[in-house]
């Protein structure tokens, strides 16, 4: 079966554009030339990734990608003329699964569409891991802090993960990402240190006592039992 793909673009030649590369590579694209219209379609069907560019009439894609968090945690890939850092931090603080700047290669997106479809995917094995009172469900993307859930967006969890993985060991702050699965999302330091201190918030890490900076090299969860 085709993956399904909704673009929320203004931009009909760009859908254009994509329709024809995607689909010469498995992947159909619906388009909504505006976010109302996006969101409807959302709900009248089902779709493997949402293509959410920023820049909008009317509804920006801010607010879209706002709304789609709140009911689903359907892969998302931001699209946007705006590409400086402070940008790509609101849309991955939103819950964006990735941020691409325009103008770009049809060949890079289908690269990132990729990569944020492979970790949409539940993994074969279960795999459950526990250090300091913070349990995760990996195949179920679950968290839980003191027994209370958490509710992460994607690149939070998948930085938790990382960390708890490798727990007692420092990550450097430049290969937290590769650690994370996420070598292919472009952000800069100061993006990864704004989300460890969201982890920290809604982990209820007060004192950093589960998230550890070592200073001038990165990150450390701390090893102990449950």
Do not use: W
Not at 47 to 71: H, N, Q
Not at 89 to 94: D, P, Q
Not at 127 to 138: Q, R, T
């Amino acid at each position: 079966m085709a993956t399904r793909v909704l673009l929320i673009d203004d931009d009909t030649r760009m859908y254009e554009l994509l329709a024809q590369y995607l689909g010469q590579n498995g992947i159909t694209v619906t388009h909504a030339p505006d976010g109302g219209r996006g969101l409807a379609a959302l709900e009248a069907s089902t779709y493997d990734a949402v293509l959410l560019d920023v820049m909008m009439p009317g509804m920006d894609g801010l607010e879209v990608c706002r709304r789609i968090r709140a009911k689903s945690t359907l892969p998302v890939i931001m699209l946007t003329a705006r590409g400086d850092e402070t940008d790509r931090v609101v849309g991955l603080e939103l819950g964006a699964d990735d941020y691409l700047a325009k103008p770009f290669s049809p060949r890079e997106l289908l690269a990132r569409l990729r990569a944020v479809l492979r970790r949409a995917q539940p993994a074969a094995v279960a795999e459950k891991l526990e250090s300091s009172g913070v349990s995760i469900d990996v195949s179920a993307r679950e968290v839980r802090a003191g027994g209370r859930l958490v509710e992460l967006t994607g690149l939070e969890f998948d930085l938790l993960v990382a960390l708890v993985r490798r727990a007692g060991r420092v990550i450097p702050r430049d290969a937290l990402l590769g650690e994370a699965g996420r070598s292919d999302t472009v952000v800069g330091e100061r993006t990864v240190d704004v989300h460890i201190s969201h982890l920290r918030q809604k982990l209820g890490d007060e004192g950093n006592r589960l998230i550890k900076t070592v200073r001038g090299v990165g990150y450390l969860f701390a090893k102990e039992g449950p």
